[in-house]
């Protein structure tokens, strides 16, 4: 039984020494199972990690494309062999290989074990919002995004294909068989940490009814939709994080959907354009934050700021243990 450790599944493609850095900063009770997408060359990351048992890298793998349903079946994929271990672990947390704590593990089991209760993952309902049609692209509108005989997915030339291919595919909405309205749907941060009961609620009505959620195979971000659309319509709905700003802002146009998203962030720092990479300058925003980890972050862009996070979690630690002795 694994009762007090956390797990966490994590996306990653790129940047294996700051993925060796997350889990070095986070290997204290915890598991890791690691998705690397089948474009990236997978010894990059496995060879920095052969002497860690609580590592798995995950051989069910897939290609993974911006905005596409394949980011979801990558999250799938994690949860599902992480649950077929059938270990019990107090928290399913969801992160990228472009994360980073920024409290020390101490802060972070404590944090799980006293919201034991509560799911972190935060949503929106698109079927109610009264500037819905800002969102109708996302929901209502064929695309596609998941090109799997590609696989140099950011190249210009496959940017401009995939923008004229949905340009007009967005010409047609989704027919009534697909955008069914059983159920509503609802948008948040990808990044979720989610006990395990509720995880295989999640996961056994999905597999039950796979044709109820063929929009999210051909809409846009899924990986924002899917895991809220399965919990809101779950008998976990009212045990979602109800602190911090759960409801809609007044989205004025299409760009301001990504500030949406960043404001339903659970458990990160996450920039209100979506895309910003964090660096040294936002360090005194980072570790005034009451949240666990900062999203984006690169050894390339970042290095400074985590080793100024590390001295941070370092400086509490030992004020921690002085205060014991």
């Given at each position: 039984?694994?009762?007090?450790k956390?797990?966490?599944?994590?996306?990653?493609?790129?940047?294996?020494?700051?993925?060796?850095?997350?889990?070095n900063?986070?290997?204290d009770?915890?598991?890791?199972?690691?998705?690397?997408?089948?474009?990236?060359?997978?010894?990059?990351?496995?060879?920095?990690?052969?002497d860690?048992?609580?590592?798995?890298?995950?051989?069910?793998?897939?290609?993974?494309?911006?905005?596409?349903?394949?980011?979801?079946?990558?999250?799938?994929?994690?949860?599902?062999?992480?649950?077929?271990?059938?270990?019990?672990?107090?928290?399913?947390?969801?992160?990228?290989?472009?994360?980073?704590?920024?409290?020390?593990?101490?802060?972070?089991?404590?944090?799980?074990?006293q919201?034991?209760?509560?799911?972190?993952?935060?949503g929106?309902n698109?079927?109610?919002l009264?500037?819905?049609?800002?969102f109708?692209?996302?929901?209502?509108?064929?695309?596609?995004?998941?090109?799997?005989?590609?696989n140099?997915?950011?190249?210009?030339?496959?940017?401009?294909?995939?923008?004229?291919?949905?340009?007009?595919?967005?010409?047609?909405?989704?027919p009534?068989?697909?955008?069914?309205?059983?159920?509503?749907?609802?948008?948040?941060?990808?990044?979720?940490?989610?006990?395990?009961?509720?995880?295989r609620?999640?996961?056994?009505?999905?597999?039950?009814?796979?044709?109820?959620?063929?929009?999210?195979?051909i809409?846009?971000?899924?990986?924002?939709?899917f895991?809220?659309?399965?919990?809101f319509?779950?008998?976990?709905?009212?045990?979602?994080?109800?602190?911090?700003?759960?409801?809609?802002?007044?989205?004025k146009?299409r760009?301001?959907?990504s500030?949406?998203?960043?404001?339903?962030?659970?458990?990160?720092?996450?920039?209100?354009?979506?895309?910003?990479?964090?660096?040294?300058?936002?360090?005194?925003?980072?570790?005034?934050?009451d949240?666990?980890?900062?999203?984006?972050?690169?050894?390339e862009?970042?290095?400074k700021?985590?080793?100024?996070?590390?001295?941070?979690?370092?400086?509490?630690?030992?004020?921690?243990?002085?205060?014991?002795?």
């Amino acid at each position: 039984m694994n009762e007090e450790k956390i797990c966490y599944l994590i996306l990653a493609y790129n940047d294996p020494e700051n993925l060796y850095r997350l889990i070095n900063r986070l290997n204290d009770r915890a598991d890791f199972y690691i998705h690397i997408d089948k474009k990236s060359e997978i010894k990059e990351f496995t060879t920095l990690f052969e002497d860690y048992p609580n590592v798995t890298f995950i051989k069910d793998r897939v290609k993974v494309y911006w905005g596409g349903f394949s980011i979801v079946q990558a999250e799938l994929n994690l949860v599902e062999t992480a649950l077929s271990k059938n270990n019990s672990y107090m928290r399913y947390v969801l992160l990228s290989g472009s994360d980073y704590p920024i409290k020390d593990t101490k802060e972070i089991h404590r944090f799980f074990e006293q919201n034991k209760d509560t799911e972190f993952i935060r949503g929106i309902n698109l079927d109610e919002l009264e500037n819905k049609e800002l969102f109708g692209l996302h929901i209502d509108l064929w695309q596609k995004h998941d090109y799997p005989w590609i696989n140099k997915a950011n190249t210009k030339s496959f940017k401009l294909f995939r923008a004229a291919i949905n340009r007009v595919l967005r010409k047609f909405p989704l027919p009534k068989s697909i955008r069914h309205h059983k159920f509503d749907l609802y948008h948040g941060s990808q990044w979720w940490a989610l006990t395990e009961n509720c995880l295989r609620e999640l996961l056994d009505t999905y597999h039950s009814n796979e044709r109820d959620y063929l929009n999210f195979k051909i809409g846009f971000a899924s990986d924002e939709k899917f895991f809220h659309t399965l919990f809101f319509n779950s008998s976990y709905a009212s045990r979602n994080q109800v602190n911090g700003p759960d409801q809609p802002i007044a989205v004025k146009d299409r760009t301001e959907t990504s500030m949406q998203t960043s404001l339903l962030a659970n458990i990160h720092i996450i920039d209100k354009s979506m895309t910003k990479w964090f660096s040294y300058k936002d360090f005194d925003e980072i570790i005034a934050s009451d949240k666990l980890f900062v999203r984006k972050v690169s050894t390339e862009k970042s290095e400074k700021l985590l080793d100024a996070i590390d001295q941070h979690i370092l400086g509490n630690e030992v004020k921690a243990n002085e205060q014991i002795e």
